[in-house]
């Protein structure tokens, strides 16, 4: 079992910051992968970014350069630090993660944990 609590979102103008955080609380030890994934109204679920057991990381081409993803093993804590943000980035912003080395940036739906989610306005 895997759990999952986001926090960080809140509302910022074009052009700002924000961090997000995902504490995640594994029962028994194993490799697992993390990512974030967003939704925004009247939109579908997308990949934002992904972290596998190993360190890698995978992002969507509309983030690249402006987000980072990281994973403090010894926080417990995933994060997304994200820059340079823009209105289209407002979404409900979900972390997930997998019993996996590696988690799909584009198959949502093949996630198994989720986090409730935490929302982000971006405001021109």
């Known amino acids: 079992q895997v759990q999952l609590m986001e926090s960080g979102g809140g509302s910022v103008q074009s052009g700002g910051s924000l961090r997000l955080s995902c504490g995640f609380a594994?029962?028994?030890?194993?490799?697992?992968?993390m990512g974030w994934f967003r939704q925004a109204p009247g939109k579908e679920r997308e990949g934002v970014a992904v972290?596998?057991?190993?360190?890698?990381?995978s992002y969507v081409y509309s983030v690249k350069g402006r987000f980072t993803i990281s994973k403090d093993n010894a926080k417990n804590t995933l994060y997304l630090q994200m820059n340079n943000l823009k209105p289209e980035d407002t979404a409900t912003y979900y972390c997930?993660?997998?019993?996996?080395?590696?988690?799909?940036?584009?198959?949502?739906?093949?996630?198994?944990?989720w986090g409730k989610g935490t929302l982000v306005t971006v405001s021109s």
């Open positions: 594994v029962s028994e030890y194993t490799d697992i992968c």
């Open positions: 997930a993660a997998d019993r996996a080395v590696r988690c799909p940036l584009f198959n949502y739906y093949s996630m198994p944990y």
């Open positions: 972290i596998d057991s190993d360190g890698s990381t």
